[in-house]
């Protein structure tokens, strides 16, 4: 499925069931993020894995991370979904989203399907590439 997948993005065709489960992932992204909007940890700690919610412990551990080092999910401005890929065991979702200053910033979103539902395994900021004019 995993290889399938993989080449249906790298054709840029997604139909049917690949197209499902990207927008089942790109729900997970964005419930988390309205979560931390609503600054309900608790509803926000659900979307995180099994591993980061015990690396973290608390859905107020967890938040406090969010908060500190990753503020533009916190209070995300604009939120976009890119690329997919394979990773792995993992899918990588690529989103870029806006801070509240309006500044750009593109994120690499681990995701894990656990008992059929996507859970976010770990985030990474990217670097934006420079735009020539």
Known sequence: MRKCL???L???????PALAQEDEI????????EAFLA?????????ASPGIQGLFGTPENFSRMVR????????????RFGGLDERGNYLAQN?????????????????????????????RL?????ASV
């Open 6 to 8: 993989a080449a249906l």
């Open 10 to 16: 790298l054709a840029g065709a997604l139909t049917g």
């Open 26 to 33: 790109a729900g997970t992204i964005r419930s988390q993020m």
């Open 39 to 47: 600054e309900d940890a608790e509803t926000a700690f659900t979307f």
């Open 68 to 79: 500190e080092g990753y503020p533009m999910v916190w209070h995300p401005g604009e939120i």
């Open 95 to 123: 989103v870029y989203v806006t801070d509240t200053a309006g500044r750009a910033h593109a994120l690499e979103y681990l995701m894990e399907q656990i008992d059929g539902r996507w859970r976010i395994a770990g985030v």
């Open 126 to 130: 990217l670097d934006l590439p420079e």
